[in-house]
């Protein structure tokens, strides 16, 4: 059955799809003005903190968290703000199949990421330097993975384009990346700090990353990312923004360990929906600590 109405509401659904705005053109065309005093407060937390500073952010389902970090990933960078930050900003689940996550090929990804952002803004790292990072990528324990990764390029593959493309949809090579790192997290957070530091050296700025959507992973990959390794997760001396399930910081066992690993107690804030016109609806369900938003 066809006809103009029903194409009319087809079209209507589809518009009032939940979707993250992370375009200029997404936020200016459909972004509800909310979060404000959220925003402010992130903004706040992460000037307050140390240089590796570390901060939780978690919401319900819906509540527009994807939305409201892009936009505060435009805001830190905004050339008039001071200090500019120099923001990597990138989903898990364009990395890594979620059904796949751990704290190794996050970090990884991490290192793939502001290698790629830095190239992509043009940062002026050594070309032997360069080349030196991008060999140390392409170093695993198999023999057969590295003639494999070095065939892909060796054709024309952009190397961050075929690591990040293995590590999204390969899992022999996620499996290779961990039993590569598994056991020798420090070499891999040496790597990460060692990019870091290029990027922060000739861009002049301070380096935030804002790593989202792992709010969505199965419960039993949170337990065993955030109970297990998230000492592991923490070692990179960055400031770093992450998400979490809302529930994380409703377990006891879990939020105790969050908290311990942060260094500080959890922020109270609310959270924040908007419903049919904007109107603001802000739940009054909170936490009476310091240092996860939500």
């Not at 053109?25 to 140390?50: S, T």
């Not at 290698?115 to 803004?121: N, P, Q, R, T």
């Not at 922060?200 to 301070?206: C, D, E």
């Not at 994380?248 to 311990?260: A, F, K």
Request: a negative charge; one cysteine or more.
């Amino acid at each position: 059955m066809s006809s103009p109405l029903l194409a009319t509401f087809r079209q209507a659904y589809r518009d009032l799809d939940l979707f993250p705005l992370l375009s200029d053109e997404e936020v200016e065309a459909f972004r509800v003005d909310y979060g404000r005093d959220a925003l402010v407060r992130l903004e706040q937390a992460v000037d307050d903190a140390p240089e590796d500073g570390k901060i939780i952010f978690a919401g319900h389902r819906g509540c527009g968290k994807s939305t409201l970090l892009a936009h505060f990933g435009h805001l830190m960078s905004d050339p008039e703000r001071e200090p500019r930050y120099f923001v990597v900003r990138f989903s898990i689940s364009d990395m890594v199949e979620m059904s796949a996550v751990d704290h190794v090929n996050i970090l990884y990804a991490i290192a793939l990421q502001l290698l790629s952002k830095a190239s992509d803004s043009e940062v002026d790292i050594p070309t032997t330097t360069q080349e030196e990072i991008l060999n140390w990528f392409i170093t695993t324990h198999s023999t057969t993975e590295i003639k494999d990764l070095k065939s892909q390029i060796g054709i024309g593959g952009d190397v961050l384009k075929v690591l990040t493309a293995k590590l999204q949809t390969e899992s022999t090579f996620r499996e290779e990346i961990k039993r590569t790192y598994e056991r020798r997290i420090s070499e891999l957070v040496a790597k990460i700090e060692e990019i870091a530091g290029l990027i922060q050296q000739n861009s002049i700025r301070p380096l935030l990353v804002i790593i989202d959507d792992l709010d969505k992973l199965d419960w039993k990959l949170v337990e065993e990312i955030y109970k297990n390794n998230i000492l592991a997760l923490f070692q990179p001396k960055m400031r770093m923004v992450f998400t979490i399930p809302i529930a994380v910081v409703r377990d006891i066992e879990l939020r105790t360990i969050l908290q311990s690993a942060c260094g500080r107690p959890i922020l109270q804030m609310g959270v924040a929906n908007f419903l049919l016109r904007p109107i603001v609806i802000v739940n009054s369900s909170r936490i009476n600590e310091r240092s996860i938003f939500f």
